[in-house]
């Protein structure tokens, strides 16, 4: 049955390879012109065209999205929201499963891939964690961000979480950015994308669904950042033990 399921994973993994290929070309098209419009019109323009590409895509590769809490978001509001990271699985659902044009903190080595390199950097603020320099200007770009209306889409664990605890610790980012800036936070938790893409198995994917829920916001308000990071710590962690299956 092991063997089977690794074989079957594979040509999975193949062919949810070729419909990203595929439909990456008509949204490279689309999206390169909007390189002529500032910010945030040019996000603004960005977003829906990220989410009509993943609707399909995931519709192609056979996994069905469930979205829960999507009226915590309030009209006129933008929020620091902040996910836990199981999986690589985990960015084509963020940024755009979150309501309204965002943003998100991302590595700056992937945007050297060649054709999808630009729809990362249209979508990211992009770091160079080796730089103290790279991580000061992103910083204040994540500023800017939520200064213009858009969300901040951040992974406050740091990297993918390969230990056996449900969430890894997190690092201060998130939670300074939104003392410095008084922006609330809003906690979301992911379910299961490591199914889709287990971190020990290479060139393997499993059509599964997936979830991610938005929680009540947090505001940052007479809170200190390492009392705002373990309150969010505790919610998040506390919901994914509650609801994981």
């Not at 399909?56 to 929020?79: C, D, H, L």
């Not at 997936?210 to 309150?231: G, I, R, T, W, Y």
Request: net charge positive; aromatic share 12%.
């Amino acid at each position: 049955m092991n063997v089977v399921k690794n074989v079957l994973g594979r040509i999975f993994a193949l062919w949810a390879l070729s419909m990203f290929i595929i439909s990456l070309i008509p949204v490279v098209l689309i999206c390169w012109p909007m390189g002529l419009w500032p910010e945030p019109q040019r996000s603004k323009m960005f977003h829906p065209v990220i989410v009509a590409w993943m609707k399909f895509w995931f519709v192609a590769t056979g996994i069905k999205r469930v979205f829960k809490g999507e009226e915590n978001f309030k009209s006129g509001e933008n929020y620091i929201v902040v996910c836990n990271h199981n999986s690589y699985m985990d960015v084509p659902l963020t940024s755009p499963g979150i309501p309204g044009p965002n943003k998100t903190i991302a590595k700056v080595e992937i945007a050297k891939v060649p054709v999808f390199g630009l729809m990362y950097k249209r979508g990211s603020v992009l770091v160079d964690r080796k730089s103290d320099e790279s991580r000061k200007r992103s910083y204040s770009k994540m500023k800017e961000v939520l200064q213009s209306g858009l969300h901040m889409c951040i992974y406050p664990e740091g990297t993918r979480n390969q230990s056996a605890q449900p969430i890894q610790r997190f690092h201060d980012g998130a939670f300074r950015l939104a003392v410095d800036t008084k922006k609330p936070i809003l906690p979301a938790v992911i379910f299961y994308t490591a199914r889709v893409l287990p971190r020990h198995k290479s060139f393997y994917f499993w059509p599964h669904r997936v979830e991610m829920h938005f929680l009540p916001p947090v505001d940052p308000a007479s809170m200190s950042v390492a009392e705002l990071k373990e309150e969010v710590f505790h919610i998040m962690k506390d919901y994914y033990v509650a609801h994981n299956q």
